[in-house]
């Protein structure tokens, strides 16, 4: 019985703060597979289609952004859910995302150094 009291005002706690300017948090889960790597990403309140996905500099990032009133203008505010550079193994090129229910999963495939690179080098005689 405590648990789901807790559990409702914590829900209630979020709804209350996002109805008075606050946000919700983004839902950020990393799963790992043999082959790839996928987030899942769900941000309340705001949809996919105004999630930007972008590799900048081998960075990966992932932004909305929220329309601030300052004055008679309206500011686009960037909100960033997740930004980190893109590990060696990943192959970037083939990164791609996908819905899924109110969100989307970025699936980002390994390449052939996911599993060691090895070469044999031999010595020349000079």
């Known amino acids: 019985m405590k648990k789901n009291s807790f559990s409702d005002m914590i829900s209630s ?22 082959d790839r790597r996928e987030i899942y990403v769900h941000v309340p309140g705001i949809d996919n289609e105004s999630i930007k996905i972008e590799i900048h500099k081998n960075v990966l990032t992932i932004f909305y952004s929220i329309k601030l009133l300052s004055g008679d203008t309206l500011i686009p505010m960037p909100r960033v ?9 990943i192959d970037a090129s083939k990164i791609n995302a ?6 989307f999963r970025l699936i980002l495939p390994y390449n ?15």
């Open 81 to 89: 859910v997740y930004s980190k550079n893109i590990p060696y193994f």
């Open 98 to 103: 996908q819905t899924e229910g109110q969100g």
């Open 13 to 34: 706690v979020d709804v209350l703060n996002t109805l008075y300017g606050g946000i919700s948090e983004p839902y950020v889960e990393f799963v790992q597979f043999e």
């Open 112 to 126: 052939e150094k996911a599993n060691g690179f090895y070469r044999n080098i031999k010595l020349d005689e000079v």
